[in-house]
């Protein structure tokens, strides 16, 4: 499913945090949302998503207008992995995977053994295979992220919003998530932090400064010394990989610049 948003604002309280922001992702595109801390990412995501309510500019999927849309018929299409996921949730690792199922299960059916199937597999994709049982609350901050991801690839949607999918995990689990998402072939909307990854996993990036948008367009275009110091204030030197598509960044401490 595409997503084009167009002049999209999002205030809170009477400030402006999301300032007339255009973006979209189509034909299956790993699109990356960059920016400092507070320039208005998740807030963007959220109105997406439909935590918030824009002041001003319009969000459409695969071109209609997202208030003739029902929450109903947009769950089936499109999963959420936001921020906050630390909940204290007391089921246990399938119970929250299947929740994904939700949205695909008519009231009073139950899920079928392909409903499990589906759970089973995208425990494994992750690497969980093996917690199902566990009690969600009891795993560790990775382990949860990665079990909210499982439970956005059961929903089987079409187009995935991620904010900040990698922030708790290790190296080898940031990479294999970003490879999973990828995989999943359908349009992905990220706030990441890392600018290395998304420049090794994303076909297009936008980049976010005080609630709009600085830069946009393909990682090597973007990502640039001069891009880099001026959204985050930091000196940096920047190779093209030499073995895998995307760049490695390497930035200079503040105080020695
Ligand atoms: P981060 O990289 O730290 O996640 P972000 O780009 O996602 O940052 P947002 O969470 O969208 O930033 O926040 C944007 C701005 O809006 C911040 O200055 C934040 O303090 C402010 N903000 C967020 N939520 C609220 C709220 N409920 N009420 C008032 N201001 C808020
Ligand atoms: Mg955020």
């Known amino acids: 499913m595409d997503l084009t948003v167009k002049d999209l604002s999002v205030k809170y309280s009477e400030k402006e945090i999301v300032k007339k922001v255009s973006l979209e992702t189509s034909d299956n595109s790993f699109v990356a949302l960059l920016g400092p801390n507070g320039s208005g990412k998740s807030t963007l995501l959220r109105s997406i998503y439909r935590v918030l309510k824009p002041s ?21 299409e499109m999963a ?37 199937e589906i759970v089973n597999s995208a425990l494994e994709d992750v690497g969980m295979e093996d917690y199902g049982n566990r009690s969600y609350t009891s795993l560790s901050g990775g382990e949860k992220q990665r079990i909210m991801l499982a439970r956005a690839i059961a929903q089987e949607p079409k187009l995935l919003i991620l904010d900040e999918p990698t922030n708790h995990l290790d190296v080898r689990f940031q990479l294999q998530t970003l490879s999973i998402v990828k995989k999943l072939g359908i349009n992905v909307l990220a706030a990441l932090h890392d600018l290395t990854l998304a420049s090794q996993f994303c076909d297009y990036l936008y980049i976010l400064k005080d ?18 110091k001026r959204v985050y204030d930091i000196e940096c030197e920047i190779v093209q990989a030499p073995n895998s598509k995307g760049l490695l960044i390497s930035y200079y401490p503040p105080q020695t610049v």
């Open 80 to 116: 959420v992995v936001s921020q906050m996921n630390n909940l204290n949730f007391d089921f246990t690792v399938k119970e929250i995977v299947m929740m994904g199922r939700t949205p695909h299960l008519n009231i009073l059916q139950s899920e079928s053994s392909k409903d499990y």
């Open 211 to 228: 609630g709009e948008i600085d830069s946009q367009g393909k990682p090597d275009q973007v990502l640039t010394k001069e891009v880099i």
């Open 56 to 76: 001003g500019g319009i969000i459409l999927f695969d071109g209609k207008d997202s208030e003739d849309i029902s929450n109903r018929k947009l769950a089936k």
